[in-house]
């Protein structure tokens, strides 16, 4: 009876769920896993035979360690590209093979959110944002509706304050609403779509309204094929970051948006644990010239009710996660550049030829 074969090797590093680099003698690229793709935002084709340090500078301590293990925790890198990370990183050598190195990076923020205790955190984070949130939005129209009934109980013209009840009740009913938008949980309908008309719509409709006065630039790749998604929750995502990077720009100083698209090979996603990855090749940004989101919220920003506003709801990123996790997508945020500027990215899958 012939002996079955094993998993090949590079499909084994493929499937791992943690970001793998292979780095030879020589300190070049040899291999990285697609997990390292995503958390690096760059195809294992571009990295292969460049030099680490031209993709991932590494601090001294590390590359110092030669022939010996080194792991560092909540390790804070920056990228040749600008983009920063907080990583847990391990090296070492490959046995028998001297000079090879392994390295695995795990990002830090996703293993923390991955423990119970930070589950729990989470959670508590998220209802007590949701209680502060309600409580502040929903006081101040009962108080105006109470303060309006009062006055008609006292004998005043009720049409003009009638209106003021009216007014304020349907304000209480739209944020319920918007609220009520992440308990709807079917399946959302997609199909193949030319986002080029939809980013259109998105920057005339921005340009018309809550970013008049902004430049919006567009860097495009025409050949870009049809994507796998649903028009309305795609121009939803579309318009909430861009009037989520119209409001950080603020009233002075350069105010740009940039929206660009571009075809990204090697990019892939689990949908879920155990089911197979599906590539994402199809990538639309929102890039703005702000100064990004404060460092103490960054790893949480599409958490419900977290905000860096005073105003702020905590509702618009939590929303835009979840329309595009229903269409078998993702998307990141990310600071990158010199100088640096503030990255959505939406990746989406392509649509069948």
């Not at 795990?106 to 119970?116: F, K």
């Not at 986002?195 to 809550?210: M, N, V, W």
């Amino acid at each position: 009876m012939q002996a079955r074969r094993g998993p090949d090797p590079a499909d084994l590093l493929a499937a791992l769920p943690v970001a793998v680099m292979v780095v030879d003698p020589e300190t070049r690229i040899a291999q990285a896993n697609a997990e390292c793709e995503l958390l690096l935002n760059l195809s294992e084709r571009a990295m292969r035979g460049r030099a680490l340090g031209d993709v991932l500078p590494l601090p001294d301590e590390v590359d110092g360690q030669e022939g010996r293990a080194f792991a560092a925790f909540d390790l804070a890198l920056t990228t040749a590209r600008g983009q920063r990370l907080r990583v847990d990183l391990a090296a070492t050598e490959l046995l028998d093979q001297p000079g090879w190195r392994v390295i695995t990076l795990h990002n830090a923020a996703t293993s923390r959110r991955l423990g119970v205790s930070a589950d729990r955190a989470a959670a508590a984070r998220s209802a007590v944002g949701a209680a502060a949130m309600l409580a502040h939005e929903i006081k101040n129209p009962l108080s105006s509706i109470r303060g309006a009934a009062q006055l008609i109980a006292d004998g005043a013209e009720p049409a003009e304050l009638t209106r003021l009840v009216i007014d304020e009740v349907d304000r209480v009913t739209a944020l319920i609403d918007r609220m009520e938008d992440f308990t709807d949980t079917r399946p959302l309908a997609v199909e193949p779509l030319n986002i080029y008309p939809l980013l259109a719509h998105a920057r005339d409709a921005a340009s018309a309204g809550f970013a008049r006065g902004i430049t919006i630039e567009e860097r495009f790749d025409p050949s870009l094929p049809p994507a796998l998604a649903n028009r309305d929750a795609l121009l939803q995502v579309l318009l909430n970051l861009m009037k989520n990077a119209a409001t950080a720009l603020g009233p002075i100083g350069e105010r740009r948006i940039t929206l660009t698209t571009s075809f990204r090979l090697g990019m892939s996603v689990a949908p879920a644990p155990g089911r197979p990855r599906m590539p994402l090749p199809i990538e639309i940004c929102v890039i703005d010239s702000g100064p990004g989101a404060p460092e103490d919220i960054a790893e949480h920003l599409f958490d419900p009710f977290v905000s860096s506003r005073p105003e702020g709801k905590g509702l618009g990123l939590a929303l835009v996660d979840k329309l595009v996790r229903d269409m078998g997508g993702i998307v990141q945020y990310s600071r990158e550049g010199m100088p640096n500027e503030t990255v959505f990215r939406i990746l989406l899958q392509r649509a069948a030829d």
